[in-house]
T-cell receptor, first 114, second 114 residues
Framework: DAGVTQSPTHLIKTRGQQVTLRCSPK?????VSWYQQALGQGPQFIFQ???????QRGNFPDRFSGHQFPNYSSELNVNALLLGDSALYLC?????????????FGAGTRLSVL | KQEVTQIPAALSVPEGENLVLNCSFT??????LQWFRQDPGKGLTSLLL?????REQTSGRLNASLDKSSGRSTLYIAASQPGDSATYLC?????????????FGSGTQLTVLP
């Protein structure tokens, strides 16, 4: 049973560019959440997708957008990259309706903006 | 708005020592609380999850407690080993709108000296 997989593992971009990060959920999971973790900080909630729609959003600008596909996989898109967008981006998946609400995390994508 | 604080930010102990990591949260309306381990540059590994109706969970040398009324949790590590060196993150699961999201603390960086 594959766990949560994220791609790519590392990415280097320059200011103003656009980036797309990908996440494949653990088998049986239908909900995908994205988190941004800056160096030395805890992860911060970006948004959550369920049934191909954004269900909730954290305090992030519209430059951050996402998508969920019918197979429950998800993409995170960031436009007009800023230096401050450099971070580890984590994807977490879960199964809606499960009482314990355990979220399983991928290994993350390390984004460096130069 | 839920806020999670972890104390201390960093801790260095000699091998074999028992230690306690602290986590506090501002809103007691939580579903569960989870402790994670994060090695440098890596994703999150779930250590223990305590449901809101529980008071503690144990796994091997780890014991986590939860006091919802006071908004506190502790992670107890017995007989620490150099392999325990990592950053430990506390996260609470709350409802925001229709989504369950995790709010993280900034972590405690633990170093166990041989």
């Amino acid at each position: 049973d594959a766990g949560v997989t994220q791609s790519p593992t590392h990415l280097i971009k320059t200011r103003g560019q656009q980036v797309t990060l990908r996440c494949s959920p653990k088998s049986g999971h239908d909900t995908v959440s994205w988190y941004q973790q800056a160096l030395g900080q805890g992860p911060q909630f970006i948004f959550q997708y369920y049934e191909e729609e954004e269900r909730q959003r954290g305090n992030f600008p519209d430059r951050f957008s996402g998508h969920q596909f019918p197979n429950y996989s998800s993409e995170l898109n960031v436009n007009a990259l800023l230096l401050g967008d450099s971070a580890l981006y984590l994807c977490a998946t879960s199964r809606t309706g499960e009482a314990k609400n355990i979220q399983y995390f991928g290994a993350g994508t390390r984004l460096s903006v130069l | 708005k839920q806020e999670v604080t972890q104390i201390p930010a960093a801790l260095s102990v000699p091998e074999g020592e028992n230690l306690v990591l602290n986590c506090s949260f501002t809103d007691s309306a939580i579903y569960n609380l989870q402790w994670f381990r994060q090695d440098p540059g890596k994703g999150l590994t779930s250590l223990l999850l305590i449901q809101s109706s529980q008071r503690e969970q144990t796994s091997g040398r780890l014991n986590a407690s939860l006091d919802k009324s006071s908004g506190r949790s502790t992670l107890y590590i017995a007989a620490s080993q150099p392999g325990d060196s990592a950053t430990y993150l506390c996260a609470v699961a709350s409802i925001s709108g229709s989504a369950r999201q995790l709010t993280f603390g900034s972590g405690t960086q633990l170093t166990v000296l041989p």
